[in-house]
Nanobody, 115 residues
Framework: QVQLVESGGGLVQAGGSLRLSCAAS????????MGWYRQAPGKQRELVAH???????TYAEPGKGRFTISRDNAKNTVYLQMNSLKPEDTAVYYC?????????WGQGTQVTVSS
């Protein structure tokens, strides 16, 4: 059974930082590309950042220069370090594991940035 469990969300003031974690089980973590998406109220889910099995990273425009995605294959965990947070970063953040036809999602963790 595949599980992706996000943690680290919460309430933070604008300009603050949060570090999200996503612990994976039930997959060979090292061969999966891992991503973070987010969905704000009334908006479509959007990509935040992605890291390949080879640790190549990609960032969507809103998080460039502020967010850093990383992975620890020994811990089966992917991280999203978010700095200089803005109120518009408020959303539910989801972890994904993707490889070929396989696409798994976590339940999400709420991030709320107050102004």
């Amino acid at each position: 059974q595949v599980q992706l469990v996000e943690s680290g969300g919460g309430l933070v003031q604008a300009g603050g930082s949060l570090r999200l974690s996503c612990a994976a089980s039930g997959i060979i973590f090292s061969i999966f590309g891992m991503g973070w998406y987010r969905q704000a109220p009334g908006k479509q889910r959007e990509l935040v950042a992605h890291i390949t099995s080879g640790a190549t990273t990609t960032y969507a425009e809103p998080g460039k220069g502020r967010f850093t995605i990383s992975r620890d294959n020994a811990k089966n965990t992917v991280y999203l370090q978010m700095n200089s947070l803005k109120p518009e970063d408020t959303a539910v953040y989801y972890c994904t594991a993707q490889r070929r036809n396989y696409d798994y999602w976590g339940q999400g963790t709420q991030v709320t940035v107050s102004s």
